[in-house]
């Protein structure tokens, strides 16, 4: 049968993965399409450059326009990664009739509405799988498998280098400088880990998803989110002592016709399987009106698991597996109202300042669900408090008055917890 | 459009479910189908028996030929369960040219080979999503969104009963007897336990799983099988001790060009993902050969999480999305020849008893890894070896001259150790 004609745009570390992953296991995708995959462009920097895969089946080009002229491409993926060119050359792939594949969160996320625009216009399709945790068919399997569901949670770690940062935090004792040093010498953060750092990658991933659960186009910008940096040993003590994990959670709670998102770090349950989600891993734990509790956990990132990802969406490509959903959607962004959370405060240790300070909560209606105070044998002490569920604007009220207490010497921390 | 006209053949748990979940979703999942399905027939036992759920829209019949021989029916959906009549149902409908959807893992895992020879002859489609762990879609994904993988090995937690019981027998030190006794009257254990406890539903589950994952045509009777009878309480505290939880594993590992199939008891490492799968929780382990790690969690069992799930068949039918994959295979099945054993003695407790047994089993080159011995204060006392890697004969004529040895009161427990 005739082959598959794909041009990649980049060959880094995913486009070395699929083609990888595509000669390991040929036999049996090629058996399951009966129809060969031909990588014939590849478009690179350099020509020269050396590279430990051998691609002497492939014309290398630093021209794109080689690519979007020759009429046999039937499919571009794109694995540049940022906004630009990345976006212009997805949107003149569609825009010529091609299908495309991408593992772009930051393009998809950005502009995943126009591009799905434009690839329905031009009765072609836009896959991107691996944008989400790299080998973990979240998009698909929510996507396909489970559209008989309407979804009511999704609450994921998304982000490895975050994991694998709080992991070692709370195995090791570390502080989050420390973490984040062994973190870049095990290769899971980069040089500049700030994206990851301070939620930007993640609240991409949960944009992308809500588009697929829910059908909402929200700017990435939009969804309110906390890095990771302020979280301390200390706080990590705490929370093990009361029974939770401190993890970076990217979340969709819906209620009706709106629906919650935020990417944050936040207290879980020890006994919530997200809670067991350790080092690199990523997991997406969801609830389905009628499935119940769902998890996919598995490697987020990766040359081959992320490969395959995108491999997946070549095959369902030419499977003529039609695109991720476009769900009609009557739901809008709002964030949740009530919410749980874990303050933790700094006080001159004396008698009585306990009681002040749960009086001063108890005036503005919040009741406690746990209390820890732990003496130092020093002047100052810390008070942990664990809330139940009160509105933001009732703990902003309740903070102002047990900040302006004269024996407070500092709101050390504040979190929400996750049920 | 038309409508999509559909036969239920039983309405228990698992049919009211499927049409509650259709009427919960219907809104979404018309909109993505764009054909509604009409539920035309029902076949039943007695026509007026009262039933919780409205089928007015329905026709009650109890005899099967007024469906086969209505035209109009497009999918006829057996929730029957057991072989007989079940299967002759659906081969009937397969040679009327019906689609066919079932939730019954004994006639697939017994009559899958002839089945889908059946439909593929008849040009129709066979699927049965909610055969293996209800709710979850680990047929979907493995067979569409992981085929760009070749799979290593599956090690699944596949039946509820038995989870539950290990898990109550692990968290509140209680004996197998006691904790059966919970799980039935929790409703997570039937009066008839045994399929569930002997390890059969979850060799059938396996055995489907090994066809989709390994295109193997195994009878069920020929996976070697343990039930969880034989756990003590004592197994699981020593297993504890060691850093293991004890679970009713259903594992396949391929090597090469085979592929070894098992049920039963093993110790699993406390830092694995499968070992805080607690209670009725079901989960599947995997490793592909370029995502590496991915594992998929949720409830196994239930009315709206089966029915959801055969849901999702219906609607993939109307998305004319093939059959499972018929993969070619050149897999064999083979046991495993080097496991790691647990082996817990009771022997008489006197001093030079451990160094005995340990030389015995030195001699027949069997290496150990841990070793627990903990005096009770009595005559006979308990001896736990964790060993490395051996083959079976080779344990076997271990364990026969550690039986001959006259300090030896019993071969108390013996299991292997997953890593």
Request: glycine content about 8%.
């Amino acid at each position: 049968m005739k082959p598959l004609n794909v041009a990649v745009l980049g060959i880094g570390n995913v486009g070395t993965g699929l083609i990888e992953t595509y000669r390991l296991n040929k036999v049996k995708v090629d058996g399951q399409t009966n129809q060969p995959f031909n990588f014939k462009y590849i478009l690179v920097n350099s020509i020269d450059k050396l590279r430990t895969i051998d691609l002497k089946d492939s014309i290398l080009t630093t021209d794109f326009q080689d690519i979007i002229k020759d009429d046999s491409i039937d499919v571009v993926i794109e694995l540049i990664g940022g906004l630009h060119p990345a976006f212009d050359y997805m949107k003149r792939a569609l825009e010529a009739g091609k299908h495309v594949i991408t593992a772009n969160k930051a393009a998809i996320a950005t502009y995943g509405p126009e591009l799905r625009q434009i690839a329905s216009d031009n009765k072609v399709l836009l896959r991107y799988e691996a944008s989400v945790c790299g080998g973990i068919p979240l998009l698909n399997t929510l996507s396909e498998n489970l559209l008989s569901n309407d979804f009511e949670e999704l609450v994921g770690i998304l982000n490895g280098t975050t994991n694998y940062i709080l992991t070692r935090m709370t195995e090791e004792g570390l502080e989050f400088d420390e973490a984040l040093k062994l973190a870049q010498e095990a290769g899971f953060a980069e040089a500049d880990p700030s994206s990851d750092i301070e939620g930007d990658d993640a609240a991409y991933k949960l944009c992308i998803l809500s588009h697929i659960a829910f059908g909402l186009n929200v700017d990435p910008k939009d969804i309110p989110k906390h890095g990771i940096t302020k979280v301390s040993k200390e706080d990590i003590e705490y929370a093990q002592e009361l029974g939770y994990k401190i993890k970076l959670l990217a979340a969709a709670h819906k209620k009706e016709n709106t629906v919650d998102l935020r990417v944050n770090p936040a207290l879980i349950k020890d006994t919530h399987p997200l809670a067991s989600v350790n080092h690199e891993f990523n997991a997406l734990f969801l609830k389905g009106n009628a499935l119940g509790e769902l998890m996919l956990y598995g490697k987020g990132a990766g040359a081959m698991p992320t490969g395959s990802s995108v491999l997946s969406d070549l095959i369902a490509i030419s499977k003529k597996t039609p695109s991720m959903i476009e769900q009609k959607t009557t739901i809008a962004l709002e964030n949740r109202s009530l919410l749980k959370y874990y303050i933790r405060l700094e006080v001159i240790d004396e008698p009585g300042v306990l009681g002040k300070v749960a009086t001063l909560l108890g005036e503005h209606g919040i009741s406690l669900d746990s209390v820890v105070q732990r003496a130092r044998g020093n002047k100052v002490a810390p008070l942990v408090f664990l809330t139940h569920e009160i509105d933001k604007k009732t703990l902003d009220g309740a903070i102002k008055s047990v900040e302006a207490y004269d024996k407070i010497v500092e709101i050390a921390s504040l979190m929400s917890v996750e049920n």
